[in-house]
């Protein structure tokens, strides 16, 4: 494996991972609540009276933001080397995941461990392991 130097961007990586942690704390900060996107979407989809504006705001930001990046800066280039078959089974493996694990790597990674909490510890060390494990399996074992 190579690193692309030319695409390496850790300012813009970095500047990223802090506007999503500051984010992530002003919410449960200001709202006292989780930032983690599965928990937001599932409360959607078994909605309780008075609580399902903020999550329809929190999801519509979701959708807003990039298309308002795509208007002022242009589509950004995406090399996506796999079908689209693969990507609806990983995508469906994720949401299973996110169901067994009580949360998802934004719940559990970002908000979970900045409260030092360790089921959110062991969950995220489990999604880093799993992700490890298949990026092995599937492009070294089986080398597609």
Do not use: E, K, Q
Not at 34 to 44: C, D, E, M, N, P
Not at 72 to 80: E, H, N, S, V, Y
Not at 110 to 118: A, M, N, Y
């Amino acid at each position: 494996m190579t690193i692309d130097w030319n695409s390496f961007t850790p300012w813009t990586a970095l500047s990223g991972g802090a506007l999503i942690g500051i984010a992530a704390a002003m919410f449960v900060l200001l709202n006292g609540r989780i930032a983690g996107i599965s928990g937001v979407l599932g409360g959607l989809l078994t909605p309780h009276r008075g609580d399902v504006a903020w999550r329809v705001a929190f999801v519509g930001g979701l959708i807003v933001a990039p298309l308002l990046y795509t208007v002022l800066f242009g589509r950004p280039t995406a090399l996506i080397d796999t079908s689209y078959g693969a990507l609806v089974v990983a995508g469906l493996l994720v949401g299973v995941g996110t169901r067994y694990g009580s949360g998802c790597t934004s719940g559990h990674g970002v908000c979970g461990l900045s409260r030092l909490s360790p089921r959110s510890l062991a969950a995220t060390g489990t999604f880093m392991a799993a992700g490890f494990a298949t990026v092995y399996v599937i492009r070294h074992s089986l080398g597609l």
